[in-house]
């Protein structure tokens, strides 16, 4: 374990605070609301369990290549990308996702039928970061910063490699929106 380090996997802080008029958009009081200027995205797990849907400017999209994260998705990274916390909606059969708390103020929800993690949200947060590759659409959310980039394989820098020889099997379900 290294639970020493108090800084593992907590999403980085926005990096720069959103203009007054957008700031003003995002407030408690009109992020849910489905306006033209916050285009509501949706988001669901691998079985569809699990869906959500999220509104608002996407916010600082960036990898994470933190151990607890890697060993969680059984991958080199995990793609996060903020929204904010109030505009967050479970909206699937399956309601709240099952939540666990890798630190006291910072939980993850995740789907308890497939194991997919879909949220991380900290306590002294306005943003819930969602994984980028639950969302239905994935426009705009290109990373732009990588956490524990240190910590990252080192052959994370192929990013195409070439195709498998056997196609990859049909999903189970139908639910791959
Ligand atoms: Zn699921």
């Known amino acids: 374990m290294t639970s020493s380090s108090p800084a593992v996997g907590k999403p980085p802080a926005p990096t720069s605070p959103l203009p007054p008029e957008l700031a003003n958009?995002?407030?408690?009081?009109?992020?849910?609301?489905?306006g033209p200027q916050e285009p509501v995205r949706a988001g669901h797990c691998a079985c569809g369990h699990v869906s959500y849907q999220v509104s608002g400017i996407p916010d600082d999209p960036h990898l994470c290549s933190c151990e607890r994260e890697t060993?969680?998705?059984g991958?080199?990274?995990?793609?996060?990308?903020?929204f904010p916390k109030d505009s967050l909606?479970?909206?699937?059969?399956?309601?709240?996702?099952?939540?666990?708390?890798?630190?006291?103020?910072?939980?993850?929800g995740f789907c308890p039928a497939c194991g997919s993690q879909l949220v991380s949200i900290a306590n002294d947060s306005d943003m819930a970061m969602v994984t980028g590759f639950s969302l239905a659409?994935?426009?705009?959310?290109?990373?732009?910063?990588?956490?524990?980039?240190?910590?990252?394989?080192?052959?994370?820098?192929?990013?195409?490699?070439?195709a498998?020889?056997?196609?990859?099997?049909?999903?189970?379900?139908?639910?791959w929106a």
């Open 75 to 82: 991958g080199p990274a995990v793609l996060w990308v903020g």
């Open 25 to 34: 958009s995002l407030s408690p009081n009109t992020a849910s609301t489905t």
């Open 71 to 73: 060993r969680v998705s």
């Open 89 to 108: 909606i479970w909206t699937g059969s399956g309601g709240e996702p099952n939540w666990w708390y890798p630190y006291p103020a910072l939980r993850c």
């Open 164 to 175: 498998p020889r056997t196609p990859h099997p049909a999903p189970r379900t139908g639910s």
């Open 137 to 162: 659409d994935q426009s705009g959310i290109e990373p732009l910063g990588h956490s524990f980039r240190e910590h990252a394989v080192p052959w994370l820098h192929i990013t195409l490699a070439p």
